[in-house]
């Protein structure tokens, strides 16, 4: 029998409040082989070197440190080839560092890949999922750009933006080698596009919850942004 073995692959950049939070929340969730692997563009706040810290103490925490903020699509990818060159792990995850995505999750997003799916998307709009703490508007935005992405691209999902999702091996390659977006969070959904035809993709329900420490990388500019990516890439 293969031994699983989990990298969890997170992005960061003036998180310096909630990595702490978060290694104990990933350490909670009790998942047997895990690294966690921390991708930090020289955050001017210093979260590298809480990382760094910590993974004295957590020898399972590692540390990647890019020149400069290139983009959370950018950082998935070079921290996913780096992940798979160094942990070799069956499984990678992806997920932010703001708590948004709660890490108690995770064992189900990989039971769902151990029952035969190559990707697991964390959804808060299936069955089970949903959102904490958001106005009508901003529920409003993220179901209308959901409805844009699945509509224009075909993408077999209802929570085509969510960036909480669980990879084999194989699939997490597919997207880490792909020609994809770099800078912006248009990268989720170009991810799936990537994979749809080639990977099972399934949705696991989560409940999203509102950032209590550090600032958002979500502008508006990022989402306008977001709709002319997606309709460029319709169309191409």
């Known amino acids: 029998m293969v031994q699983v073995t989990v990298c969890v692959v997170v992005p960061t950049y003036n998180e310096r409040e909630n990595v702490p939070r978060l290694v104990d929340a990933i350490k909670a969730a009790r998942v047997p082989s895990l ?28 540390l990647m440190v890019r020149k400069s903020k290139a983009g959370i699509g950018s950082a998935y990818q070079e921290g996913f080839r780096e992940a798979i060159a ?11 560092a703001d708590l948004q995505h709660p890490p108690s ?13 190559d990707v697991a998307v964390g959804s808060r709009y299936v069955k089970g999922g949903g959102v904490q703490g958001w106005t009508l508007w901003r529920r409003t935005v993220s179901k209308g750009a959901n409805f844009y992405a699945r509509t224009l691209l075909g993408l077999p999902v209802k929570d085509a933006t969510s960036g909480f999702r669980a990879y084999t091996k194989e699939a997490a390659s597919i997207v880490a080698e792909g020609k994809l977006p770099g800078k912006g969070f248009e990268f989720q959904v ?25 600032t958002s990388k979500l502008g508006t500019k990022d989402m306008a942004k977001f709709f002319v990516a997606v309709l460029r890439a319709a169309f191409s």
């Open 86 to 96: 160094r942990f070799s792990p069956t499984m990678v995850v992806e997920m932010d």
């Open 35 to 62: 690294t966690l692997f921390f991708v930090d563009d020289s955050s001017p706040d210093g979260t590298g070197g809480v990382i760094r810290e910590i993974g004295v103490g957590e020898t399972w925490v590692k």
């Open 190 to 214: 170009a991810s799936l596009r990537l994979l749809k035809t080639r990977m099972k993709i399934v949705e696991v329900p989560y409940y999203f919850s509102v950032r209590t420490s550090g």
């Open 105 to 117: 999750s995770i064992p189900d997003l990989l039971k769902a890949v151990e029952d035969g799916a």
